[in-house]
C-alpha cells in the first residue's frame, strides 16, 4: 500500500483546501483542526454535513441544511462540564425588581451543579425583565421595562462574562410582555400598555442586531404570559387579558402569522415565567383568578395539542417569579422578598427543589438559557 505524507493541502487560489472524494476514513495518532470562526463568521449557504468550530459557544457545529427562513447550524456535542466556568448550559437571572428600585444585575449558574448564583454583567439599563428573556446557543435577549413603557432590546454572549449591549427596538412600546426562541429566532409577544393588554407578536434574528418586525397576533391581548418552545413551535400561555387567562396558544417559529388554539390552563392568573425542554414545557402558577398566591405547576407537551396537567408543586407559594429552562430542569429565579432558586426535573413529575440562591433578593427577573428546548 503506497503512503503520501502532506503537511498542507490548498486550493489553487489558496483560499481554502481542495474537494477529496473516495476516502472512507481517516486514521492517525494526532488530531485535524476544522474550519474556526465565531458565530457571525458562518458562511452563508454551506454544503450539509459542513463541520466547523464555533468559538463563541466553544463547541463543534455542523450544518444541517436551509429551511425557509435561514441554515440551521447544530452542536456536535452537548455534554455538561463539571465546573461553572466550562459548563455548556448557562442559567441567567437578569435584571428585575427589589423594592423600592429595579436593578439592572446579571446572575448566572451552571445547569444541574448546585451553587449559588455568581456574578455575569449589568443590563445597559435597570429594569424589570419579568418573562422577556429568550436566546440562541451563543446569545440571550432582554427585553423589558424600568416601571414604564419602552420597547428596548439588550443582548449578551452567554459563554462569556461582561455588560449587555444594546440590541435594537420592539414594534411597540410596552411592559409586561413575553418571549420565546428558537435558535434563529427570537420572539416576543404580548405586553400592556395605557388601555389594557395587547396581542402583538413580534420577532427578531438572534445572531443580528436590529429592530423587531411584525410576526402576527395572538388570539387574546394578553400580559405577564408564560413562553416556551421546541425548535418548530412556540407557545404562550395564560396572563392577565380583559376575557380569559387561561388560554394556552401557539406559533410556527419559523413563519409569520397569528397564534392557534392549543388547549386550556388548569387555573386563571398565571403570572411567572415558564420554560420548556424540546418535549415539555413547565408552567408554574403564581395567583389563581382569586388573588391567592398558588404554587400548583402543570405541563404540556409541545408537539401534541391539550390542555396543561398536573406537574407538582413549587416549594413556595409566591409571587412575579422569573424561570429558565435547560433540556434537562427548569427553574424559578427569585420572587418577591426570596432570592431562592428551586428546580425541576422536566421529563418527570413532582415537587420542586431548593437548588440554591441568587446573589440578592429580586422577582421579575428576566430568565436567559443557552440549552432550551428551542435550540
Known amino acids: 500500500m503506497s503512503e503520501a505524507r502532506v503537511t498542507n493541502l490548498s486550493n489553487e487560489s489558496n483560499s481554502g483546501g481542495p474537494t477529496i472524494s473516495g476516502i ?13 470562526g465565531n458565530t457571525e463568521e458562518r458562511p452563508e449557504k454551506p454544503s450539509p454535513g459542513s463541520l466547523r468550530f464555533n468559538t463563541d459557544s466553544k463547541h463543534l457545529e455542523y450544518y444541517r441544511g436551509y429551511d425557509s427562513q435561514s441554515g440551521i447550524w447544530t452542536e456536535v456535542e452537548s455534554e455538561e462540564i463539571n465546573s461553572l466556568e466550562g459548563s455548556s448550559t448557562r442559567i441567567l437571572a437578569c435584571g428585575g425588581y427589589n ?34 428573556g429568550c436566546g440562541s446557543r451563543t446569545r440571550g435577549l432582554v ?19 461582561g455588560n449587555a449591549l444594546d440590541f ?27 388601555g389594557g393588554a395587547r396581542n402583538y407578536i413580534e420577532y427578531v434574528t438572534i445572531a443580528s ?32 387579558t380583559p376575557t380569559t387567562s387561561n388560554c394556552i ?8 402569522g397569528n397564534g392557534k388554539d392549543f388547549g386550556d390552563l388548569g387555573v386563571q ?28 405547576v ?54 420542586f427543589l431548593d437548588f440554591a440562591n441568587l446573589s440578592a433578593t429580586r422577582h421579575s427577573a428576566a430568565g436567559v438559557s443557552n440549552g432550551h428546548g428551542g435550540l
Request: charged letters at 15%.
Open 24 to 36: 472512507t476514513t481517516f486514521s492517525g495518532t494526532n488530531y485535524f483542526v476544522p474550519p474556526v
Open 99 to 132: 423594592s423600592p428600585a429595579y436593578l439592572d444585575t446579571i446572575d448566572y449558574f451552571a445547569d444541574g451543579i448546585q451553587s449559588n448564583a455568581e456574578d455575569f454583567g449589568n443590563l445597559t439599563s435597570s429594569r424589570g425583565g419579568g418573562h422577556m
Open 143 to 161: 427585553a423589558g421595562d424600568p416601571g414604564g413603557y419602552y420597547n428596548l432590546i439588550d443582548y449578551i454572549t452567554i459563554q462569556s462574562l
Open 168 to 194: 435594537g427596538d420592539r414594534v411597540e412600546k410596552v411592559m409586561q410582555g413575553t418571549a420565546l426562541s428558537s435558535e434563529i429566532r427570537g420572539v416576543f409577544a404580548g405586553g400592556y400598555q395605557p
Open 209 to 240: 442586531t436590529g429592530n423587531a418586525v411584525d410576526f402576527g397576533d395572538c388570539i387574546h391581548p394578553n400580559y405577564m404570559a408564560q413562553g416556551g418552545a421546541s425548535t418548530t413551535r412556540g407557545i404562550i400561555a395564560g396572563g392577565d
Open 249 to 256: 396558544e401557539y406559533i410556527t417559529i419559523t413563519t409569520t
Open 269 to 296: 392568573n398565571v403570572i411567572t415565567q415558564g420554560g420548556s425542554n424540546a418535549t415539555r414545557m413547565i408552567i408554574p402558577y403564581c395567583k389563581d383568578s382569586g388573588g391567592s398566591t398558588d404554587n400548583t
Open 298 to 351: 402543570e405541563y404540556i407537551t409541545i408537539a401534541t395539542l391539550g390542555n396543561a396537567k398536573d406537574f407538582g408543586d413549587l416549594v413556595t407559594a409566591k409571587t412575579s417569579r422569573g424561570g429558565a429552562a435547560s433540556r434537562i430542569h427548569y427553574y424559578t429565579l427569585g420572587a418577591p422578598g426570596y432570592d431562592g432558586i428551586e428546580q425541576c426535573t422536566i421529563a418527570t413529575t413532582g415537587n
